[in-house]
Every structure is written in C-alpha cells, then in structure tokens.
C-alpha cells in the first residue's frame, strides 16, 4: 500500500480588500531637545515652523576646499526647545485618537540618538504628561459614557474579539474576583502610585467630537518590549524565585485570518479609565530593560510597544442590549512605540552585554531604514522589489501599517548638542526621506443597518414612563390621603331612652361622612376623566408612532429594493470585472509570450550579427593576408626580375670590359710603333669588373646573410668613379619625379665636433636630433652620424644610411644600406701596407711605399657598397683629387 505523500496546506487567500487609490505620506514631526548648559554650543537652528538647519561644529570639515556646510531639512512641522508636551500631543496624537475612535488603525512611533528625549516625549513626567498618558486620557474622556460591562467583550487566542451576554459577563466577573488570592478593597483600587500621579492637569482634558452614541466600547491594553530581537511581555504574571528566578518566555508573532501581525499569547488587559489604563503601563514600565551608560543614565536597552485596542459593537434595534453578532464587533488600535536610540559603543563606553545590546538596536533601526527606502523605491520608481520585512522584528509586527492599514507618524527627537553632529545628520536624512514613503489611506468602516439614535430614544422612553409612575403614584397617594382623611364616628353608646344627644350626634357625623365621601366621588370621577383623557392621548400617540413606523417601514422596504438592486448590480460588476480580469490573464499571457518570442528573436539576431561581424572580420583578415601574400610574391618576383637584370648587366659589362681591354692593348701597340723615342706612359689603372660567380659557386638560400647579417659598405667623403649598383625594393621607393632626393639627418646630442677638413654636407637635409615619424613621412633617405674610438685610440665618424619605407600600417621604417668611414690619422704613424690580391700585374710599375705614403692615401676614397662580391682585399684604384693651383 503506498503511503501518500506529505503536503502543506495551501495558504488561505488573503480577503479582498476595496481598492484605495488615496494614499498618505508618512507624518514626520521634529522635535529639538533644550540644551542642558546655556552656554554649550548648539548645531541645529530652527528657521521656520517647518525647517531647520544644521551648522557643522568646529573642526568638522565637510567639503573638500575645508568649508563649513550648512544643510536645511523640512518636515511637517518643527517644534522648538519651548514647545509644551499639550501643543505636541494636538498636532500629533490627537488626530490618531479621533482615527481610533472611529475605528481606524494609527503608528506613532518616535526615534533619534540615544539621550534626545524620545521616552520623555512618549510617557512624560509628573505634571508634564506625555503623548501616551494624554492619549488614554482623550479615549476615556469619549466614549466613558458608552463603555460596556467588564467582560462583555472577551479577546480570543487569534487576535479576534467576542461579545457575550450580561449575564455570561456577570459570571465571568464571579470567577475571577473568585480566582484572586487577595481581593481589591476600594481603597486600594484608589491608590495611586505616586511616580506617575498627577500626569495630567484637569483644564487640558480633551474628547474627540462625533463619538457614535448607539455602540458600547470597551478598552484594552498590551505592552510588549523586542529586547535582542525577542519579545517578550511586561505585563505578564510570572511567580518570582529568590532561589532560581525563572527567565521570562519570548513570544511569538503570527499572521490572523485578515493577514494582520499579533503578537501570540499576549496578555490584555481590560481597563475602564485612564488611570487604571496608565497604572497598567507603569507596572510594564518598571520591568522594561534599561541601562546607564556614558551618554544617558537612564537609557533604552530595548523597543517598548503600547497597544490600545478600542472595541466597539452596535446596540440593538431597541437600544438597550449590545447586538450578539460577532461580524458587527469593530476593533481598532493604537500602537505607541518607543524604539531605543542608536548609539556608537565609542562614545557610550559600552561593554559585554551593553555592546551585544547597542548592536542589535542598531541592526533592528538598519533593518527599518532599509525597509523604508526600499518602500519609497518601490513607489517612485515603480519596481517591485521584496521589502524584508521578516528581517527584524520591529519591522515584521508593523508591517500592516506599512501596507495601507492606518496612518503612520513618526517623532524625530534630536540634541543640539555639537557631540552628536555626527549621529544627528544620520537621523535628518533618514527622516527626510520617510516623508516621501506614501500609506494607503485607511477606509471608513461599514455602518450597520439599524436607525441611528436608538439610545437617546430608550432613555428617553425610560424618563418617560418613570415620570408618569411618579405621577399615577402622587394621584394614589392624594386619593389615599383624602380616604384618611374622614372624621371618625363619634362614640354610639345609649345609656339612657331618652337620650337625645347620642343619635343627632351620630346623624350630624354621618351626614359630614357623606359629605365628605360625596366630594372623594367628584374628585375621582374627575381624576378618572383626567387619566381616560391621558389614556386617549397616548393611543393617539401610539397610533401616530404606528404610522411613523409603518411609514418608516416603508421607506425601509424601498430602501431594501434599492440594496437589492445595487446588490445585484454590484454582482453583475463583479462578474464584468472577473472576466474583464480573465481576459487581462489571457492578454498578459499572450504578451508575455510574444515578449519571450520577441525576446528569442532579439537574441537570434544579435548572435546572427555577431556571427555576420565574424565572418566579416574575417573576410577583412583573409583580405589582408591574400594582399600580404600577393605582395610578397609581388616583391619576391621583382627581385628575381631586378637579379636577373643585374646578372645580365654584369655579363655585358664584362664582355665590354674584355673589348675595351682589348681596345687598349691593340690602342698601346699602335703607339708605341708610332713614337719609338717617347717613354712609355704610365699605364691607365682599370679595374676589371668582378666576375659573376656561376650557379654552383653560389650559396644557396639557407647559407646568405639575413638583411641583418649583411655587411654594410664603407663609403668615404668623395664618391668612388666605379659605377655599382645597391640593392632596393623597388615597391617602397619613392617618386622620383621632384629630381631631387630629401635625407633625414640625424646627429645625436652627444657628437662631438673634430675639426676635420672633410665634413659630410648633405643638401635638403632636415637635421634631427631624435628621428620623428612627421620628419621621416617627408624624407626619402636617412642618415646617422655615430661616433666611437677606433682600434688605435682615436675617433672615428661613422654615417649609417638607409631608405625610409612606407609600411602597410601607414607608418615609417628605415632599411639600413651602407656604411662610410670618416677616419682622422696623424702623419707620424706608419700604416700598415695594403695589398691586392687582384690587379698587380696592372700596377706592377707602382711601387708600395708610393700607395703607402700619407698624401696619397688620405686623396684616394674607398667605396664598397652592400651586395658586392668585393671582399676587403680586393684593392680600388681611384683617381687623385684636384688639387688647387
């Protein structure tokens, strides 16, 4: 047999509250503590009834530039140092009283740094009563009159309230004064505790207008304290341990059947006037956690909450008993609450359990704020964020309040004292922006059928028929008087015949007693015909009040028409508005699935572009690399091309040099023939032009230099008359169309001047000291003057030359093709011989000290250029320089 599975029971819907557009913002009042000293300085300025500010005391520098901020804060109304606790309490309570009389909810609750006054503005003291024992006051004061029997209202387990009859209250009543151990004598009921005696003066005693005649009321009372995040209950009756006190129990908070927020098994208390209802709260007050710290001697350790709970129940048709219907009890209530300052352990002193204390106040106010604010976002802005309510559990008992279950006020209590700058703007931003958190506003409560003025009417009626009893009761009482009032008989004894005396007597006394009962029948038909008059007039009365009745009864029957009426059209709304809302279920399911649709596609198209962006950075990149390729093949053939030419011009050079040779030779033959007595001339120096190595003495690819392992060509100051060649890449040269070649001279700082004839002058030249790329995009050539010390000690000039290039990212680079060598020598230093490995035979008449001498050697100029096949040993004959006349 399978077992079922285990579920929860389904939370019960919450009822069907009538929507409420009207919304409230939260009342927020300040008030400013006088200073203790007269001559202490003061942070906080009231300017008008309704805005402060707030001067930052010396040494506390706001703004960056080490000025003084001034900050205005607005509320509702500002009350000043003199303000009465009388004005306070008829611009803030008393309006939540008249909402409590007539069955509206109300939050007042007061909050600041610890030590700015918010027990004293809450309770108050002797002669100077507070918001709260003002407020009961204001509630007995109204509805003392209409006040029901004790314990004919009873509270249940579940935050709901019961009516019972006199007669069930009549033994309730008898149980408990049963149940108690000592009984209350009169006297003892009016003693008052001498700590909270004479609160209030008689001549400020005050009462709400409008109080509904025809309900009974009945007050009752609760005071909890969230002490660590727990509650627990002062007014509970715990037995006292000397040996083992027994630690009070927490309560629990739980949710009623309308979804509204009780503390569970609570004790309340029924109380019938204002000083039995503050004796209530003072015997809590007494068993509530309070501390001396540095700051406050007497201060809050824990949030104390005053619940009043008025019930009220209407009177039936007749107006003498309270209608036995549970659905027509109202009950309202009034939350007056205390909250504990926050504070800084730094400045309190606190330790041990007074710092685990101030944590958990500051968290509970945090967690209040941050609810608040969230609230506030969510109505401005629209958003539908959780407000973390559960989070503590000031914030959990109040939040009906929060969500348009009464009005909401609260009472910012602040010290001028510059100490408490600091904590003292915390508290103005937080209270500024609660003003901008919007309640519900709550809605009147329905009012019962029954024809208002029902009370008055049976009091009436009741002084009526006793008048009447009082005066049927003087008529018996005459009518008696005149039956006693008949003259006796005289005395009727014959004691003789002839006695003539007895008998007249008697008939003159008989006679008189007719007399007299003669006037009593007048007198009594006349007060008869009194009383059928009376009788007439009040069935005339009766049938007259018959008719009123049957005719107010009619209306009654018309009026129930129109209920009815209304009732049905109220359903036929009711029904339009359900399948209006289906359809609006239908239509937000249609468009949250379009919206998805929708959404899918946006997500189709965005990864359908990114994949299009792909693909065409793509095509981009593979554009690049075929153009890098065609290039490089491009360049790669050109060489070939620019070899192969080169190749072909050498050959050509050599067979012409072979011919010009020959030339010579045949040239010299016919001379010498010609002038047999002339000396022979000194032979013109040639230099053959290199052989081009063949195809197999050539080093293959792996085996030449890199561009970078090239050796760069020496050149000297005057250029060399044999034509060579030097290799470019002829797709990064330049237009040559000006005619005319522009070089980038670069001459670092650190050159040092020789004094040397030859000086490298190189026209159109734009002289740098660091290359730039704006000089190089002008220039067609480069050139670097380096200096260093040679093998023999001195300096050496070195000109590093080169081409600049256009690259493909649309910069500059340099290609380095040749070196020349200005080098300075002293004539009294030896040279070393140079000798030739080719040409010697042409040169055979030339001795060597004549090529070694210093004059010859420094008019000869060396070139070699990169990419010959000259090595250093080959030797150049040049021509001598011109020398001036």
Known sequence: MNRQAK????????????????????????????????????????????????????????????????????????????VSQMELFENVAKPLVVDLIHGKNGLLFTYGVTGSGKTFTMTGSPGQGGLLPRSLDMIFNSVGPFQAKRYVFKTDDKNGMEVQCEVDALLERQRRENNLTVPKTPSSRQKVDPEIGDMLKPEEACKADGVDEDSCYSVFVSYIEIYNNYIYDLLEETQEDAIKPKPPQSKTLREDQNHNMYVAGCMEVEVKSAEEAFQVFWRGQKKRKVANTRLNRESSRSHSVFIIKLAQAPLDADGDNILQDKNQVSVSQLCLVDLAGSERTGRTGAEGTRIREAG???????????????????????????????????????????????????????????????????????????????????????????????????????????????????????????VLSLPPLPTSELTDPNDEITIPRLIEALQNRQRIRQM???????????????????????????????????????????????????????????????????????????????????????????????????????????????????????????????????????????????????????????????????????????????????????ERPSREERPPSKRSASPSPVPTTTPVRPRHRRSRSAGVEKWVDHKPPSSLNLGTVLQPVIPNAIQVSAPNEKALSKCDRYVLTHQEVASDGEIQTKLIKGEVIKTRGGGQSVQFTDIETLKQELATVSSRKRKSSEGAAASGNQTDGAWTDVETRCSVALEMRAGSNMGPGVEHHGIPKRRKP
């Not at 919450?14 to 503590?33: E, F, H």
């Open 520 to 702: 009593m029948i007048e007198e009594f038909n006349r007060a008869a015909s009194k009383m059928k008059s009376m009788l007439q007039e009040l069935d005339s009365n009766v049938i007259s009040t018959e008719n009123v009745i049957l005719e107010q009864n009619g209306r009654l029957a018309e009026k129930d028409k129109v209920i009815h009426s209304n009732k049905t059209e109220i359903e036929r709304l009711e029904k339009t508005t359900k399948m209006q809302e289906h359809k609006i279920d239908i239509l937000q399911k249609t468009t949250k699935i379009y919206e998805d649709d929708k959404r899918s596609l946006q997500q189709e198209l965005e990864t359908r572009g990114h994949r299009l962006q792909r693909e065409l950075s793509e095509k981009r990149r593979m554009e690049q690399r075929m153009q890098g390729v065609v290039s490089d093949t491009q360049h790669k053939w050109e060489k070939e091309c620019e070899r192969r030419v080169n190749a072909m011009q050498l050959e050509m050079q050599n067979k012409l040099w072979v011919k010009d040779e020959k030339l010579k030779q045949l040239k010299a033959i016919v001379t010498e023939s010609k002038t047999p007595g002339r000396p022979d001339p000194q032979p013109r120096q040639t230099q053959p032009p290199p052989q081009r190595p063949s195809r197999e003495e050539r080093p293959s690819r792996e």
């Open 360 to 482: 958990n106040i500051n968290q509970s106010l945090l967690n209040l704020r941050t609810c608040l604010e969230i609230l506030r976002e969510n109505q401005m802005y629209g958003t539908n964020k959780m407000v973390p309510y559960r989070d503590s559990k000031v914030s959990h008992l109040f939040k009906n309040y929060f969500d348009g279950e009464g009005k909401v006020r609260m009472v910012v209590c602040v010290n001028p004292k510059t100490d408490d700058y600091e904590e003292t703007l915390l508290v103005m931003r937080f209270a500024e922006m609660t003003q901008e958190v919007e309640v519900a506003r709550p809605v009147d409560r329905p009012i019962c059928g029954f024809t208002p003025g029902r009370r008055h009417r049976n009091q009436a009626f009741r002084e009526e028929m006793s008048q009447r009893l009082e005066d049927r009761g003087d008529a018996m009482s005459a009518l008696n008087g005149v």
């Open 7 to 82: 579920c929860k029971t389904p939370r019960r819907p919450p009822p069907k509250k009538p929507p409420n557009s009207q919304r409230d913002p939260v009342g927020v009042y300040l008030r400013v503590r006088p200073l203790v000293a007269e001559d202490e300085e003061c942070c906080i300025e009231v300017i008008s009834s309704s805005t402060v500010q707030l001067h930052a005391p010396e040494g506390f520098k706001v703004n960056r530039n080490g000025e003084y901020k001034e900050t205005q804060y607005s509320f509702k109304k500002v009350f000043g140092v003199s």
